[in-house]
């Protein structure tokens, strides 16, 4: 299975605009976007496939949905293409709000990869669906091109990945989910990245599904402006195919999810393992909290997630497994007096402490941030192969945080084009500190 990003955006002086976080050579090679392997059990039935989400007891949805279920908050899923007319997503997905320009095939789902992320997102779980961990949230589909596709289907017109993020960044989605990657820097991707991080948008991608190759993160997750999310399983460790590295920012469940493993949306399958659900979960989770406080900018929303995520560490000292920890957006939920914070100042853009550096100060929203230069923590390689994630991969034995919250994901890769696209504003040069454990 393959497909490839897409994100939403604001205006540049809309107080979502977000500043520069990370600093990387930006190489002219075009990547190549890889799928990472996944583990499917037997078939579910409808029924009993509830039973399933095992994370949504530790994680207290129920709990969670008295205070927010993500009302008013659209989620860009950019993907496969999402069908709309699952039990679970009926009334879910804004397909009239597909921008024309790549709105044709948004709902066509030949792998049924991006309907399993829109219902994990907002499922409503009627008719014994799976049940979305932001089930008042709305999904808008983009269906990005499908590498691995053949015959008729490859035929299909489908948008580019830099074309459906710019695309996003133009509407009123708060909300990019990506769960996709390559292990190749693609300049259009990123500049489209960057565009939609300018216009206050939340960008969300798998780190990818390497853990027993390179193990390199793959891109849009090392992207600047990008919360990049790995995966952890039942028994509160990350993934052994997990992908690890400077880039991992948060942990969600990704073992052990039902989703569709055959494009006829009849029956779910169990075992789904991979970094694409949990960035599903770790989206559905921004969009809870969002619509609790829908004043805050991308960047106090990030905040929130990082405060208040699970971990056995220092804040200011994230691990290259587990980055700042497992999400918990009940724990904002939860305290009417949470503070996210300032509302221009990227939390993700702190330089390193280790050298003594100071922290990314705020910059005005009117300042939209152009792509950073720098040292790049996932080295960028050559154009022309794919990426070697093919399946679970070896993990280390570390405990994503203390209480249990997790995530799932199914990494995608597809191919993608250059194409331009014009940015205004100013530059913007930050460093990430570097993950040491």
């Known amino acids: 299975m393959r497909a490839v990003t897409g994100r939403s955006a604001e205006k540049n002086s809309a107080p979502g605009g977000r500043v520069g976080r990370r600093a990387r050579v930006v190489s002219a090679t075009v990547g190549l976007l890889t799928a990472a392997g996944v583990v499917f059990a037997p078939s579910a039935s409808a029924l009993d496939v509830q039973q399933d989400q095992w994370y949504l007891g530790p994680m207290q949805a129920e709990q969670m949905w008295k205070a927010s279920t993500g009302k008013g908050v659209k989620v860009a899923v950019i993907d496969s293409g999402v069908n709309p007319h699952t039990d679970s997503l009926r009334g879910q997905v804004l397909v009239d709000e597909v921008p024309e320009s790549v709105a044709y095939g948004a709902t066509d789902d030949y792998t049924g990869h991006g309907t399993s992320m829109a219902e994990l997102i907002a499922g409503t779980g009627a008719g014994g ?24 289907e490859k035929e299909r017109k489908t948008a580019l990945s830099a074309e459906a993020i710019k695309a996003a960044a133009d509407t009123d989605a708060k909300i990019l989910s990506m769960s996709f990657g390559s292990e190749f820097i693609n300049p259009a991707v990123e500049a489209a990245i960057t565009y939609a991080a300018s216009k206050g948008k939340l960008l969300i991608a798998s780190v990818g599904n390497n853990g027993e190759g390179d193990a390199h993160i793959g891109y849009p997750a090392a992207y600047p402006y990008v919360i990049g999310v790995t995966s952890l399983g039942r ?33 779910y399958c169990r075992g789904l393992m991979g970094t694409s659900a949990s960035t599903a979960i770790v989206s559905a989770s921004a969009a809870l909290i969002w619509s609790a406080h829908p004043d805050w900018t991308a960047n106090q929303v990030t905040r929130a997630l990082i405060d208040t995520a699970s971990r056995k560490w220092p804040k200011d000292d994230p691990t290259q497994y587990a980055g700042y920890g497992t999400v918990r957006p009940r724990k904002v939920l939860e305290d009417p007096e949470y503070d996210a914070g300032p509302a221009y100042s990227d939390p993700l853009a702190e330089w390193n402490r280790s050298e003594g550096e100071p922290l990314v100060t705020e910059i005005p929203p009117s300042s939209a941030p152009a792509s950073p230069s720098g040292p790049a923590s996932s ?19 570390q405990n994503a945080s203390s209480a249990g919250d997790g995530g799932n994901g199914l990494w995608i890769a597809l191919g993608a084009a250059v194409a331009a696209i014009v940015l205004v504003g100013g530059t913007v040069a930050v460093r990430r500190s570097r993950r040491t454990a």
């Open 235 to 267: 028994n509160n460790k990350i993934s052994k195919f997990s992908s690890r590295g400077q880039y991992v920012d948060l942990v969600a469940p990704g073992e052990d999810i039902p989703g569709y493993c055959r494009p006829d949306f009849t029956t």
């Open 129 to 152: 669906g799976v049940r979305g961990l932001a089930p008042g949230a709305k999904i808008v589909p983009y269906r990005v091109y499908l590498e691995d596709l053949t015959g008729e």
């Open 379 to 397: 080295p960028p390689r050559a154009a022309g192969g794919e990426a070697d994630g093919d399946g679970p991969t070896a993990a280390p034995a």
